[in-house]
């Protein structure tokens, strides 16, 4: 099963990696507990509109930049669910023998930086 916790919380741990800060530097800009926002980063909670709000705005990113993030990674999960389903395919890093291109995660209105492809392969 896939669960959107899970999905947001990697996102939200990635968006905060990237700017090389820690758990305790956004808990306390985002005014939540740093155990809360551990327990959110690793799915275990989820987060309200509000909390996802504060989150974003300590993280200096929009909000819509992180659920567009979780929604392509919510596409990638479900394709690779259904395909497991009837073939079986291997995700390989781009430069493996691929066959065909699955856009990742990341959109154009997103850094170039951002953007990682996966292959799908039959």
Do not use: F, W
Not at 29 to 56: D, H, T
Not at 68 to 75: F, G
């Amino acid at each position: 099963m896939i669960l959107l916790r899970r999905l947001l919380g990697d996102v939200l741990r990635r968006q905060r990696q990237r700017q090389g800060r820690t758990l305790r530097e956004v808990s306390s800009a985002a005014r939540v507990s740093l155990g809360y926002l551990s327990e959110v980063e690793r799915g275990q909670k989820e987060a309200s509109s509000e909390l996802l709000a504060a989150i974003c705005e300590a993280l200096d990113v929009r909000m819509s930049i992180v659920l567009r993030e979780v929604s392509d990674e919510l596409a990638l999960a479900e394709l690779a669910h259904t395909e497991g389903l009837t073939s079986r395919p291997v995700l390989e890093p781009i430069g493996s023998s691929s066959t065909e291109r699955v856009p990742g995660p990341s959109s154009g209105a997103v850094a170039a930086s951002n953007q990682v492809d996966v292959v799908v392969a039959a």
